[in-house]
């Protein structure tokens, strides 16, 4: 089953709803920027067209991929260096070069530019989107379910309460964990890691400055080299995932077994933003790595090392302490930050 939503949504419409006003617009802020927001609907926002797609030239791609990639060549002959290629991968892998391939059709006749042409575009046409069909029916469609069950549990105990169950950990952990990979930049480990491999250091060549003309681009949004390997290799990762397996349900895994989830409460007079990049690193005064991430307004997750896996503990912030996170989802933004009230104050000192 497969999608033909062409704007996919890299944080998820229903987890931004939280913030909504009206029926599904919010308040983006600019990142860098103090202002109280513009409206944007949110079926426009934190989203980029064909961003889980992949189409004929893809990197990373399966048989059966390629298959449909060129279902509009099955009534045809290719030859590549005079060489005749039945094998779907080999045509994907030298896609880059068809303007040097020759295709014959059923009457045996080689066919003329125009055709060639008209073919390429059929071909160009297909987009494999699997990976958005996937998201949405394992995580996306249960997001509000997750949502509303911590909420319930938050508001039904007393304020004295430190502990409450641990409703839907593991899916909200799960959550978690592929939004930090799921959205922009990429993720800071494999971020880190692209630099190095694809730097004058390893391969003697920046991948960053080799741009890609325009019209030899898979998608509009991949403008270097680097960003069409890093790109390909992030939905790699992503169908593994959802095949419940890889680097991505690997952490996810190891957070579930490892780590403690204390739910930070605001305080009255303040509310959690979120924003287009949710999950927010943060190094403590020990030195380790905590991750945050909004929930609603009112509540937000910390993610710790502990081995408390069967409640989640509750933490009531002051109004500073909410700022300081604030603060840090504020920096953590990629283009914009998102408030649900035009009022500042609710959110920062200023």
Not at 140 to 163: D, L, R, T
Not at 219 to 225: C, E, K, R, S
Request: aromatic share 14%; charged share 25%.
């Amino acid at each position: 089953m497969e999608t033909k939503a062409v704007y996919h949504h890299l944080t998820p419409q229903t987890y931004m709803k939280a913030w909504k006003h009206g029926k599904s617009s919010v308040y983006v802020v600019d990142k860098g920027t103090n202002g109280v927001g513009t409206v944007k609907n949110t079926k426009n926002f934190a989203g980029i067209n064909n961003y889980h797609s992949l189409r004929a030239g893809s990197l990373f791609r399966t048989e059966e991929d390629c298959k449909k990639f060129f279902k509009p060549l099955d009534n045809y002959i290719v030859k590549i260096n005079d060489k005749v290629v039945k094998n779907r991968i080999e045509m994907n892998n030298r896609f880059y070069k068809y303007n040097t391939w020759i295709i014959i059709n059923n009457n045996a006749e080689i066919i003329d530019e125009a055709e060639k042409k008209a073919l390429k575009k059929d071909i160009l046409s297909i987009h494999v989107r699997d990976i958005e069909v996937g998201w949405d029916r394992q995580y996306e469609n249960y997001w509000n379910s997750i949502n509303k069950a911590i909420s319930y549990e938050v508001c039904s105990n007393p304020f004295i309460v430190q502990s409450i169950p641990a409703v839907k950990r593991t899916n909200l952990i799960k959550f978690a964990v592929s939004m930090e990979w799921r959205t922009r930049p990429y993720h800071p480990v494999l971020e880190e890691t692209f630099d190095w491999l694809m730097s004058e250091k390893f391969f003697g060549l920046d991948f960053k400055s080799i741009y890609i003309p325009e019209n030899e681009r898979l998608y509009p949004f991949l403008q270097t080299m680097y960003d069409e390997f890093a790109h390909s290799y992030i939905l790699k990762l992503y169908r593994q995932f959802l095949d419940g397996k890889g680097v991505i349900m690997d952490e996810a895994n190891n957070f579930i077994n490892n780590s403690c989830v204390c739910l930070l409460i605001a305080p009255d007079n303040g509310e959690f933003i979120t924003s287009d990049n949710p999950v927010c690193r943060i190094t403590n005064k020990e030195g380790t790595t905590e991750y945050i991430f909004p929930i609603n307004p009112k509540i937000a997750c910390l993610i710790v090392k502990g081995s408390a896996q069967e409640s989640y503990l509750l933490k009531h912030l002051t109004k500073d302490e909410l700022i300081y996170y604030n603060n840090k989802l504020k920096e953590n933004c990629n283009l914009g930050y998102i408030l649900r009230k035009q009022n500042r104050l609710l959110y920062f000192n200023k």
